[in-house]
């Protein structure tokens, strides 16, 4: 900082009585605006004029103080005043600039604004408040906007979503299934028994090889794996599981999810992205962990829905605990869906109790 | 890097004091090798007559300040839905180049935060018609995209206009003259040297936007001139290259070597990950330093120079804390992380020269309302890349 600054803020005599009213003065720096030189200067208030003298203490210009325009106060930077023909004072006299701008009654909203900003109780309040606000978009807010979002695409739009999808799934996970057409063929009849009970979208199953598990796609498909059928002991717990992924359908998990997602990951890195050079690592962070939170979410979802829709088709609800638990003992990790490994489930044991126990609902 | 030259200018502080240049010349004459100097081997022309200074930047903000402007402008912008982020980013960038010091005189930063809101508005509302494109028509959507890609260009010619003109020191604006036609051909010639070439040309094709960016830059009537040479780029993308060649040499013998243990353990794994992170994260800072000093070092603005001396590890410890410090805090920390690195980059920032830096207002640009009004239509949306 320049030593007419420095002075400037040591000798200012904005309190300092004077001919009339209080006089204001300060020490600044001026530059014309044509070119990058420096004038130390001396400005003082006279009469409704602000008075700009040189070094040599000669007078080098008036402006009427009505037409400055003072920067805003922000933190202890610089203010600057422009005057009318493009020219600029500039001091750190933040004592006498604030009198000049209540002498001419102007720069209250700013004043406010640096109030707000350098009060440690306002400060602590934000955080408190940007906190809740934080925690509460991202257990309900998100969630639920994505959830009205989701909800109010039309049907084709929606199912639409997912085209495309089984035959990228076919060439990068899945091989052609080996059960017979006629196990083939009593399971697709059980299964169009079970979606009789749910009239609302055209299901369609398809059976692959690859991992125990079952999918849904938005469309509607719903893929069982050769290895999910030879798990079950019974063919109600391949529908118990089918019912789940009905669910998933039914709330529109896929188009959520990733809106829930882009929201995130929009939003973090419009805070975080600035702050740090390496931001797609920082930022990428509470995007992965929310997603695990959201994917959570969806699963206890699509379970009770499954629960509902098993009871209305009369099929017993411990199916579907008994294939979970035996999918936790023979293949851990299995029960949950393939693109989650890092997410948090709720543990499968008490998936299963929580959905036994909706019987009694 | 980043295109923020103006920015990156003002965005300084604290220096290590009053180290005469004619020491700190020999000093560097001794020690070209090192590789962050990023081409202090072969510096710019110089010429007698702009004096022997050395003036250090240096940076008067703090953390504690600017954390309350933060917390109060994230509340603000989260109150209103958004709308207030445009004066956020206004009053961010004012205190940057406000605290922002060199010879006794801060930085300003002018923009004008209807214009950025503006800016935002059409460009925030073009990318959601695109996104929501994507589930009506596959068609449409592509149609779109390829005008995103068309407009890339332009747009960040104007965000260089706008920021450019909206940056000022001792009252006199800096200027961007860059035209996006320019760009536009350039992107193309360079984009295809990279492939024609199976990658070789891209040291080249970077040397050669950054030149683009940087040498249309200008202070008053002063033009920036920049006079690195693709030799340098090319020594030190070889070397980030190799540092990351590195890292996936040690995750590639982590795993055959320790395969057994790693699945196992998850400390194992974990320690792989961190050992892959940490060669990759040191040729991330080595090539933010090592392009950052280029930048400066290769830099003459009429007779002036400039010296940045930004260390890979002093980079990459400051990263790695604020990481730390970010992510412990939950974000809470993101101003601290801001400032340190403000501060850091100013600490190792000088100008070489004498103290009265005399420029001329650009008549051109003075008179040429059009260079930065047109510019402001728009606003800064944002757009940046690296180079």
């Not at chain 1, 599981?241 to 188009?255: F, T």
């Not at chain 2, 600017?66 to 205190?95: D, P």
């Amino acid at each position: 900082m320049g030593s007419a600054l420095q002075e400037g803020s040591a000798r200012s005599d904005a309190t300092q009585p004077g001919p009339g009213a209080a006089a204001i003065g300060f020490a600044a720096n001026y530059y014309d605006g044509n070119s990058s030189r420096v004038h130390p200067v001396r400005a003082t208030v006279v009469a409704g004029m602000l008075v700009t003298q040189g070094e040599d203490g000669k007078v080098m210009r008036r402006d009427p103080v009505a037409a400055l325009l003072i920067s805003p106060q922000l933190g202890l930077t610089v203010r600057s005043i422009r005057l009318s023909d493009g020219a600029k004072l500039e001091t750190d006299d933040h004592v006498a600039i604030d009198a000049l701008e209540r002498q001419r009654g102007t720069g209250g909203a700013h004043r406010v604004l640096h109030r707000i900003e350098t009060n440690w109780r306002v400060t602590a309040a934000s955080v408190v408040v940007m906190v809740a606000i934080a925690t509460a978009g991202f257990y309900w807010g998100v969630p639920a906007l994505a959830r009205r979002a989701a909800l109010a695409m039309p049907d084709a739009l929606a199912y639409d979503l997912g085209r495309g999808t089984l035959s990228m799934l076919d060439r990068a996970w899945f091989k052609p299934t080996e059960l017979t057409p006629a196990r083939r063929a009593e399971l697709e009849a059980k299964f169009a028994e079970l979606a009789a009970y749910y009239p609302h979208t055209p299901l369609r199953l398809v059976f692959r090889r690859a991992m125990p598990n079952a999918f849904a796609l938005p469309d509607g498909t719903i893929i069982v794996t050769d290895e999910l059928v030879a798990l079950a002991e019974h063919d109600d717990e391949i529908l118990a599981v089918v019912a789940h992924e009905i669910g998933h359908v039914h709330e529109r998990h896929a188009l959520r999810m990733a809106i829930e997602n882009s929201v995130v990951a929009l939003l973090a890195f419009t805070y975080i992205g600035d702050a740090t050079q390496a931001s797609a690592l920082v930022a990428s962070l509470p995007t992965v962990l929310a997603n695990g939170h959201f994917s959570r979410t969806h699963e206890l979802e699509a379970d009770s829905f499954a629960s509902g829709l098993l009871k209305r088709a009369s099929i017993p609800l411990h199916r579907f605990a008994d294939i979970l638990r035996r999918l936790d003992r023979e293949v851990p990790g299995a029960s949950e869906s393939m693109n989650d490994y890092f997410s948090s489930h709720p543990g499968t044991e008490e998936r299963a109790r929580r959905f036994v126990n909706s019987a009694s609902r | 890097m980043s295109t923020e030259i103006t920015t990156n200018v003002g965005e300084s502080a604290i220096a290590n004091d009053t180290e005469a240049y004619a020491s700190s010349a020999s000093r560097y004459g001794t020690r070209g090798s090192d590789a962050t100097k990023g081409g202090t081997e072969t510096r710019a022309p110089f010429s007698p007559e702009e004096g022997s200074g050395r003036a250090p930047f240096t940076f008067t903000g703090s953390a504690a300040e600017y954390f309350r402007i933060w917390i109060v402008n994230v509340a603000l912008s989260v109150i209103t839905l958004g709308v207030y982020s445009a004066w956020a980013k206004v009053r961010t960038k004012q205190y940057f180049y406000g605290h922002a010091h060199l010879h006794g005189s801060s930085f300003e930063y002018l923009a004008d935060p209807v214009s950025i809101l503006k800016g935002r508005l059409v460009v925030g509302g073009f990318l959601a018609l695109v996104f929501v494109a994507q589930y009506y028509s596959l068609g449409l959507y592509l149609g779109l995209a390829l005008l995103v890609l068309l407009l890339t260009p332009y747009l960040i010619v104007q965000g260089l206009k706008f920021r450019a003109h909206n940056s000022a020191y001792r009252n006199v604006r800096f200027g961007f003259t860059g035209g996006a036609g320019e760009l536009y051909a350039l992107l193309a010639r360079m984009g295809l040297l990279t492939v024609v070439t199976l990658g070789f040309g891209y040291p080249y094709a970077q040397w050669r936007i950054a030149q683009f960016v940087i040498a249309n830059h200008q202070y008053g009537n002063r033009r920036f001139a920049w006079y690195a040479k693709p030799v340098h780029y090319y020594k030190i993308l070889w070397r980030a290259v190799a540092l990351q060649m590195c890292a996936a040499f040690v995750i590639v013998v982590v795993f055959i070597v320790g395969r057994d243990i790693l699945f196992e353990s998850p400390a194992a794994l974990m320690l792989g990950g961190a050992a892959f992170y940490g060669v990759s994260a040191w040729g991330f800072a080595y090539t933010q330093a090592a392009l950052n000093n280029l930048m400066y070092n290769q830099l003459v603005v009429g007779w002036h120079r400039f010296e940045s001396s930004l260390a890979t590890l002093g980079l990459l410890k400051l990263y790695a804390t604020n990481l730390i410090g970010i992510v412990l805090s939950l974000g809470l920390l993101i101003p601290w992380a801001m400032v340190r690195v403000a501060r850091y980059r100013a600490e190792r920032l000088a100008f070489l020269g004498s103290a009265e830096v005399l420029v001329e207002k650009d008549p051109a640009l003075a008179a040429g309302r059009s260079v930065g009004e047109a510019a402001a239509d728009l606003g800064d949306v944002g757009l940046e890349f690296g180079i």
